[in-house]
Structure formats: C-alpha cells, structure tokens
T-cell receptor, first 113, second 111 residues
C-alpha cells in the first residue's frame, strides 16, 4: 500500500503566486487533514474533512482552501502566496476520529520568496 | 484551549540507556493521546495510541502511559539504540476533532 501520497515534495513560489498541494490516500479513510509544521513548533491544523463533500476549518485556515470531491483526494490550494506560508505541509488520514491512528504523507516543503 | 508541552526539547543518551519522554496537556477532556516518531525530512509515523479509558499501551520496546487527572503522558523506550534517534511528538485529541500537537523532543542515541 502506498498510504498517503503528497506531491510535490518541494516547491518555491514567488509572492502572490498560487498553487495546489496534492494529497491522495488509498486506505479508504474518511478523515483527512492538512497540517503545517514550522521549525521547532508542533503541527498546526489548517483544514480537515470527515468525508467526501465535507470540509471544515482548523486552527490556521487563512490563506488556504480545500475541496474533497472524492474519498481519496484532498488538495490544498494556496491563493496569493505570502512569505508567512513558508513551511512544511503534511497531509494525513485516519479511519475514524477517536480509535484509529493518523497516517501521514512525507510532506511538501514550500518556500515563498 | 488545549496546550500540549514536551520537555525537554532535546535529549542525548548513550546506547542501551532507557529513554523517558514527557508530554503534558492542559485539558484533561481528551479522547485519546498519540505518540509519533518523525525522522528528518519525513512525515510522522504513529507509534502508540492510548484511549482516554486506558492507562497504558505497549508495543515491543515502547510503553506509553496516560494519567488524565494530572494531564501527563510518558513514552518509555527500553534499551535505546542509535536507530531510535528521531523527533518524538505527542498529540491529544479533544472535542471538535481537534488534535493538538506538542513541539516534540529531539532524541539522539549515541553509539
């Protein structure tokens, strides 16, 4: 099983550009999440989804958008990139909320200059 | 608001010594607590998940305890090996599907 796959692995954006971070999982998990991790900090939740067609904001949603048209895919869209969005982005999934562990992708390292 | 703290931020031990990693949380109304391992440049790998009704979980050389009343969880790694060198993060799941992560403890096991 591939688990959770994220693309691209690295990306450099100029201020004001837009991009989509891709995330797909092959475990048929209902729950999917986007986190960002800044140096020396814990992970902050950006958006999450409890199933296809359902998304909700996390702790730090400003500047981001998501969609969940299928169970497998949960892309994260950055509009008008800003230096504050320089971070490592992780996608994760879980079978349910309370009883199952999170499975993470390997991350996308984004630099905005 | 839930806050999760891991102290120390970094730890270095000689090979063979037992590792004790601490995690504290401010709101005891949690559904579960998870421990993760993160290698450089990689995502997080789930190590142990302790339900709120449980006191501990074990997997091989790893043992995690949970004391909700004191807001603490401890991860024990027995007989540490150089391959255990990584960053270890804990995370507490609370109402509203909110998983709050600690800042992690970076562990170095010296041969």
């Amino acid at each position: 099983n591939a688990g959770v796959t994220q693309t691209p692995k690295f990306r450099i954006l100029k201020i004001g550009q837009s991009m989509t971070l891709q995330c797909t999982q092959d475990m048929n998990h209902n729950y999917m999440y986007w986190y960002r991790q800044d140096p020396g900090m814990g992970l902050k939740l950006i958006y999450y989804s409890v199933g296809a067609g359902i998304t909700d904001k996390g702790e730090v949603p400003n500047g981001y958008n998501v969609s969940r048209s299928t169970t497998e895919d949960f892309p994260l869209r950055l509009e008008l990139a800003a230096p504050s969005q320089t971070s490592v982005y992780f996608c994760a999934s879980s079978a349910d909320r309370g009883n199952s562990p999170l499975h993470f992708g390997n991350g996308t390292r984004l630099t905005v200059t | 608001k839930q806050e999760v703290t891991q102290i120390p931020a970094a730890l270095s031990v000689p090979e063979g010594e037992n590792l004790v990693l601490n995690c504290s949380f401010t709101d005891s109304a949690i559904y579960n607590l998870q421990w993760f391992r993160q290698d450089p440049g990689k995502g997080l790998t789930s190590l142990l998940l302790i339900q709120s009704s449980q006191r501990e979980q074990t997997s091989g050389r790893l043992n995690a305890s949970l004391d909700k009343s004191s807001g603490r969880s401890t991860l024990y790694i027995a007989a540490s090996q150089p391959g255990d060198s990584a960053t270890y993060l804990c995370a507490a799941l609370a109402a509203g599907n909110k998983l709050t992560f600690g800042g992690g403890t970076r562990v170095l096991v010296k041969p």
